[in-house]
């Protein structure tokens, strides 16, 4: 997708003005006679969200005024002005003042023109903005670019993103920028990620690792671990229908994982970057992974399947454990993992999991920052009992059902010993309805905040 962004001059760009209830009076009172005539017939008050096209004498757009909340409400939504380009006739626009963060304002227009084309052409306008002074738009490009690539990854459906089509995705990410590319499939795999192997064997599009590094190896050891189910039915515990619909979406942690690896190298953090991808589809099969089999990790851990539908942890332990052996300076992993995460914090909000103060405190800042919400959930020592096994050294899914996400993120913390440390984000991965600079499906979440996190620490 090209960048909405248009670094020629501003002169003949159209201006929006941002307005809210307090300041639209003294906007209108400012407009033309007759602007302010068309602005009342149309009963234009500056409602969030609204949108009003100003004709010129000769017909064509003059300017347009778009209703923001004021700075204190409580329900701002700093994404607003994401709408702007599914409202919007074609052509290059400006913003004329600042709305509250326009730097966010910017990108959420970026975002908001995103849309999903691979199978149906779409005839939306193009609209483009000039980047407003004192942003880095090449910054904002590069965020929008890289959330773009993980709605695409996301959104194409299971036929056409097998762990293949995933490998074949990564590998265009990684040689773009020149990284040193590894998959480990058949034997290997088995051997050596016995996990991973029985959680991805009764699909006839065949498991793998997906294994990419860059930079100077000197640089402190980053690594990221995506979760890259390319479809889940949950295996022989099959999801109801409900359940399984949306689950071309369970790769979502290796697309978020894919498009931080992007912005990453595109601004040359100073990092050793190495990026893991467990890549299988869960399926139902005569030779399926079963209830009570167990397996021993490549941690060598035995592992006791409680449910083959908590397969995401499965393939993220063997990951995480070949991570772990290197001692990374920062361990991340992402992966739309357990219901229980939305229900405890809904669609928007990912719950984020480390044991490291400091990093926490820079996740929620950061987050909040670039507005890509995450919110920190504990590491609650007293339910790592709950992942007992009578016969097993660990079960992959426990037995009750309260805790869920907490309980999967002490299950992915017994293979994580040696990184300095470890942040695990539970995504959803979906933008279950419409939002400003939020197109339904596919979505990027927890990307932004961990590159902004890495660019203040490697930059
Ligand atoms: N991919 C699902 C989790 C999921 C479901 C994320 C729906 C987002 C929306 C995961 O593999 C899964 O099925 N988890 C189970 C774990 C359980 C069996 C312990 C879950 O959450 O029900
Ligand atoms: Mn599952
Ligand atoms: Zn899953």
Not at 173 to 196: E, H
Not at 235 to 259: E, T
Not at 363 to 386: C, F, I, K, T
Not at 407 to 424: D, G, K, M, Y
Request: aromatic fraction near 8%.
């Amino acid at each position: 997708m090209p960048s909405v962004f248009e670094t020629g001059s501003a002169a003949k760009a159209i201006p929006i003005t941002f307005a809210s209830k307090a300041t639209w009076d003294a906007i209108r009172q400012a407009l033309p006679a007759e602007a302010r005539q068309f602005a009342d017939a149309n009963r234009f008050a500056a409602k969030p969200g609204k949108c009003l096209i100003l004709p010129a004498a000769d017909g064509a757009i003059a300017q347009v005024i778009f209703g923001i909340e004021e700075e204190s409400a409580k329900s701002r939504d700093p994404f607003r002005a994401g709408a702007l380009p599914g409202l919007l006739p074609a052509g290059t626009y400006r913003f004329a003042n600042t709305p509250h963060d326009a730097r966010l304002a910017a990108l959420a227009f970026a975002l908001g023109s995103y849309r999903f084309a691979r199978y149906r052409k779409t005839d939306n306008p193009e609209v483009r903005l000039v980047p407003p002074d004192g942003v880095d738009a090449e910054d904002l490009a590069r965020m929008a670019e890289a959330a773009c690539l993980a709605r695409d990854l996301i959104n194409t459906p299971s036929n056409d993103m097998g762990p293949a089509e995933l490998e074949a995705a990564a590998r265009e990410v990684a040689t773009r920028f020149g990284a040193s590319f590894a998959c480990i499939a058949d034997d290997d795999l088995a051997k050596g990620f016995p996990l991973i192997q029985a959680v991805g064997m009764a699909s006839s599009r065949a498991p793998r690792l997906i294994d990419f590094s860059w930079g100077d190896p000197a640089h402190p050891k980053v690594t990221l671990v995506g979760k890259g189910v390319c479809f889940d039915t949950g295996g022989l515990d099959l999801k109801p229908s409900s359940g399984m619909l949306i689950m071309k979406k369970d790769m979502g942690g290796a697309a978020n994982v894919l498009a931080l690896a992007q912005m990453v190298m595109d601004a040359r953090l100073k990092v050793r970057l190495r990026v893991l991808i467990p890549a299988v589809e869960n399926a139902v099969a005569g030779n399926a992974f079963r209830p009570l089999d167990i397996f021993k990790s490549r941690k060598g851990l035995t592992v006791e399947i409680g449910n083959t539908d908590a397969e995401g942890r499965l393939i993220l332990a063997d990951a995480l454990a070949l991570a772990d052996e290197e001692k990374p300076e920062l361990l991340v992993d992402l992966g739309t993992l357990t219901g229980a995460a939305r229900v405890a914090l809904g669609p928007e909000l990912p719950p984020f999991y480390t044991n490291d103060e400091a990093l926490a405190a820079d996740v929620a800042r950061l987050s909040r920052q670039e507005h890509d919400p995450l919110w920190r959930m504990p590491l609650w020592p007293a339910y790592d009992s709950w992942l007992d096994s009578k016969v097993a050294d660990i079960t992959n899914a426990p037995s009750g059902a309260f805790a869920g996400s907490i309980t999967c993120a002490l299950f992915l913390q017994r293979f994580v010993e040696a990184a300095r440390s470890w942040l695990h984000v539970d995504i959803y991965g979906w933008t279950p309805q419409a939002k400003p600079g939020r197109p339904e499906g596919g979505e990027c979440q927890a990307a932004r905040a961990i590159y902004k996190l890495l660019s203040e620490r490697y930059g």
